[in-house]
């Protein structure tokens, strides 16, 4: 009797379970807040300012989706979540979107059974050395000490670039990332090596970045991207539409300046006229609002407005459009037609 | 032949003592120069603090407050001090202290936590100083309830709601003890206020609400942080691991199978575990097994299990000073005809707790210490927070001027106590030497 209760308990919990994986998207609607999972602090990509609010180009994906789906690109509960803790939250529904410069792997969207539901940023693992050591190229740092953040992917993968190319080095284990810049500042190591957005974002701290290169080389690729959880495709398309969004509002020149304008009346560019809504249902299909790429560009901009503010050439980390360029202009950027 | 002997008449007047036999001098001489072994320390003491100081003092002086990030730091410290100089960039103190002490509350309802952080220490006091008007007590009973509406908010009738479940309580094990006895008595006092807390408090303080509404505004655990956060949990932690470790350490002693292995299992497995490991039960495990949608407060779950943790580890500590005293004391205690509880709480814990008192403390220091491992699970703990604040463009690569201040403030607390306990080692000093 006592047994046949229990399991009956776990029954409902597991079918209450069930019920609320189906539908984040109602979910969300009926909390009214999206739950985003932001890292604790990552130079351009997340990090609370001096008023306590989340800025970066990470935060910024959860904000637009914040504003298509709730029309509020503040309504958003930002879960600081740490690269133990990210996977787990996300899988036992804590957060509703990962948007912390996760890479998209194999295994990671297989066997850990998320959706990665696109790449907001390309990135690759460099290497950082000072411009007194001479070097130009990855291939001269032959007995090189070099740092690197432990437990990581860029570990593996700077063991497998020495491996190819037949040279050797000394690893100077680090645990965060403040810890690597001390330890490459004091000499501990000839190398710093982390992704190239990190680098950068390092180098510009440094009293005098002009004495530090990046060396060219790009040892892997880091597609950076939001995920959610495997099973929820309503909810993953409202995601992945978000970000294709901004990003084709790039490629057709809707800036946060002109969408009211643009929004206001059909244009001649009916593609504009579809992602905007003044032309066909796109919304509804999503369940959305008719105007949900309206608000998610106006929450902060298009994907160029926001590059250029948290982690472009005008920001002190300077970094180059590059594989994050549209595909008209030789980078990876490349939205699917709205239609 | 010898002449008259020589007889002084009057007293020689009283001279000082040779400089070099008194005051500061002699001081020095014993304490410092006594032997060219202790004059060849102290001098390599004396450089070695001038060494520290010599590179640290001009760091923390030659400054900069007014700055707006690390490079206008930099510009100011070379402008006012000259090129090269390399100082402290205490703006990022002035910019950030506030989230770092309150995290991301509110700045409108400031004076809520630092209400409750008065109301706290007012509560403490009665109980840390005896010489106070026993009547303040009532103030240490009420303030448990009060401080965590202060910090949550929400309605008032939710508080009332806990505090009548430990009325019911009381009420319980009065009328129940004549009925059915003293263990009934307490079984009772047990759990009707879980069932109440259980089913009936939610919907009556609901109700209640309904009916008059009586609240303040609601700060959801995520807004929580800084030493806000850390001394929450640490208090929490502190104040209830002691009553729970004397429990346990009872238990332990205990010749009732069931109490003691129970107690046994629970000091081990809690001490062999690593605190880290609790955290992530708690943030990450209880996620898989609660039903979804349980709204089961993640700040209540990390408090939980940093208390089990400490409270295991006091139980071990009490348990010490339990084998210190001579056998004599339980048999007196016996002996006066004293029933358990009562030979416990006239006789055995009050020289027990005194014997722990250092061992106590330091476990109360290690654990508010430990407040600190919560960062690991993504809290945003003082630590948590130096991390986020680097991550701002205008102040990614500060270092040492976050973490000297965040050592600054765990020291003002860590020593306040470590001086407490001593006071009270003191002031309870009464045996012979």
Known sequence: MRKSVFLGALAVAGLAAGGAAAGTLDDVKARGKVNCGTNTGLVGFAAPDANGEWQGFDVAVC???????????????????TGRTRFT????????????????????????????????????????VPKSLGVTSAKELDGATVCIQTGTTTELNLADFFRTNNISYEPVPIETN??????????????????VSGLAATRATFEDPTAHVILPEIVSKEPLGPLVRHGDDEWADVVRWTLFALIAAEEYGVTSANIDELAATPTSNPEINRLL?????LGPMLGLPVDWAVKAIKAGGNYGELFEKYIGQNTPIGLARGLNAQWTEGGLLYAPPFR | MPGPSFVRREILPERAPPVFASGPVLWLRENLFSTWFNTTLTLLSLGFVWYVFGHTLPWIVQSSWTANSLTECRQQIAASHGPGTSGACWAVIRERY????????????????????????????????????????????TAPFFVPWLLWGGSLWGLVAVALGFFLGYVAFRLVTPLVGELGGAIAAGLLPVLWWLFGAGPAAGLMQ????????????????GFMLSITIGIVAITCSLPIGILLALGRQSDLFIVKTICVGFIEFIRGVPLITLLFVASLLLNYFLPPGTDFDIILRVVIMVTLFASAYMAEVIRGGLAALPKGQYEAADALGLDYWKAQRLIIMPQVLKISIPGIVSTFIGVFKDTTLVSIIGLLDPLGFSNAIRADTAWNGIVWELYGFIAAV????????????MYLERKLATEHR
């Open chain 1, 277 to 281: 809504g003044t032309e066909g249902d």
């Open chain 1, 63 to 81: 904000r637009a989706v914040a504003a298509a789906v709730l029309g509020d690109h503040m309504a958003v509960e930002f879960v600081p979540t």
């Open chain 2, 410 to 421: 765990f020291f003002m607390f860590c020593f306040a106590m470590s001086r407490y306990s």
């Open chain 2, 98 to 141: 506030l989230q770092l002490i309150f995290g991301f509350y509110p700045s409108r309802l400031y004076w809520r936590p630092i209400l409750a952080f008065v109301l706290t220490l007012a509560a403490l006091c009665p109980i840390l100083f005896t010489g106070l008007p026993r009547r303040l007590l009532w103030l240490s009973a």
């Open chain 1, 89 to 128: 939250a996300l899988a036992s529904g804590e957060i509703d979107i990962l948007s912390r410069n996760t890479t998209w792997t194999y295994t990671r969207d297989v066997d850990l059974r998320f959706t990665f539901i696109g790449v907001n940023y390309y990135d690759g693992q460099g290497f950082m």
């Open chain 1, 178 to 195: 403040a810890e690597g810049q001390q330890q490459y500042l004091a000499g501990a190591c000839d190398a710093y090596t982390t992704d």
């Open chain 2, 210 to 225: 309904s009916i008059l509404p009586l609240g303040i505004e609601t700060v959801t655990s995520r807004a929580f942080g």
